[in-house]
């Protein structure tokens, strides 16, 4: 199994360009989340998924939007990059445990550096 | 509402001395714990948990116990390593019930030869 995989690992953007962050997992897991880290900052969710079809925003997305037509991909879009999204970019995936809620571990990708200009 | 709240670091060690990283909670009930650690460069992964009250989690001679008198789930080790030197977070589970994980801030561990 590979993980999470998260595509690409380092990009740089001009301000006001547009791209997409692909995150994949092949754990057949239910829940996906995108985060962004920055220095001082700790881990902020941007938005997540707890299901194919379903996304829901976390504590920071304005200015990314997300897509998951297929359970094992979760998509961050960045429509018009600014230079404040310059950030370590983390997929995570997990799986609850029916009957012990809260329990389940988060599997991190290798994280996604990207630098606005 | 719920949140966790770390020792500030960074915090710097020679090789071999021993390693406390603070971590109180505040939340309804009796959540399960956990620590994630970062290595440089890479994403993070889970270190250990705690389910419940009293439990003690350990991986890779790390041990944090599960406090509720003191709500605290303390990180420790006898001994550190310079491959120790990471970023940990502790970490507890959103009461959503969305998988969603509130994270602390993180704690830098330098260690020195």
Known sequence: NAGVTQTPKFRVLKTGQSMTLLCAQDMNHEYMYWYRQDPGMGLRLIHYSV????????????????SRLKKQNFLLGLESAAPSQTSVYFCASSYPVRGAWGTDTQYFGPGTRLTVL | ???????????????????????TYTATGYPSLFWY???????????LKATKADDKGSNKGFEATYRKETTSFHLEKGSVQVSDSAVYFCALPDPSNTGKLIFGQGTTLQVKP
């Open chain 2, 37 to 47: 650690v970062q290595y440089p460069g890479e994403g993070l992964q889970l270190l």
């Open chain 1, 51 to 66: 299901g194919e079809g379903t996304t829901a925003k976390g504590e920071v997305p304005d200015g990314y939007n997300v």
């Open chain 2, 1 to 23: 509402g719920d949140s966790v709240t770390q020792m500030e670091g960074p915090v710097t060690l020679s090789e071999e001395a021993c390693l406390t990283i603070n971590c």
